[in-house]
Nanobody
Framework: QVQLVESGGGLVQAGGSLRLSCAASGRTFSMYTMGWFRQAPGKVREVVAAIRASGGNPYYAASVKGRFTISRDNAKNTVYLQMNSMKPEDTAVYYC?????????????WGKGTLVTVSS
């Protein structure tokens, strides 16, 4: 069992930056593909970024590529999402996920989410 706790959400102006953190419990953290999903009001959940256990070759949604960076620290059981050049359309609840499926559509473990609001 893995428990995930997100932090770092909040209100930011367009063009600004935020850094999300996700602290994971459990000794198997380093084995999992970790990542972030988001769900905006009235929209379906979508993957934002994912990073494999090794940390190499991260995956990014086209809408965030070049603006967001995912990273992980296996020693701290933590995954991060650095969000730069933020846009109002980035407004959503962001969820940390562990043991993400290979198609990036779902995951076995989920955090409760953190709200990110980008004002124009």
């Amino acid at each position: 069992q893995v428990q995930l706790v997100e932090s770092g959400g909040g209100l930011v102006q367009a063009g600004g930056s935020l850094r999300l953190s996700c602290a994971a419990s459990g000794r198997t953290f380093s084995m999992y593909t970790m990542g972030w999903f988001r769900q905006a009001p009235g929209k379906v959940r979508e993957v934002v970024a994912a990073i494999r256990a090794s940390g190499g070759n991260p995956y990014y949604a086209a809408s965030v590529k070049g603006r967001f960076t995912i990273s992980r620290d296996n020693a701290k059981n933590t995954v991060y999402l650095q969000m730069n050049s933020m846009k109002p359309e980035d407004t959503a609840v962001y969820y940390c996920a562990a043991d993400i499926f290979s198609d990036y559509n779902d995951a076995h473990y989920w955090g409760k989410g953190t709200l990110v609001t980008v004002s124009s």
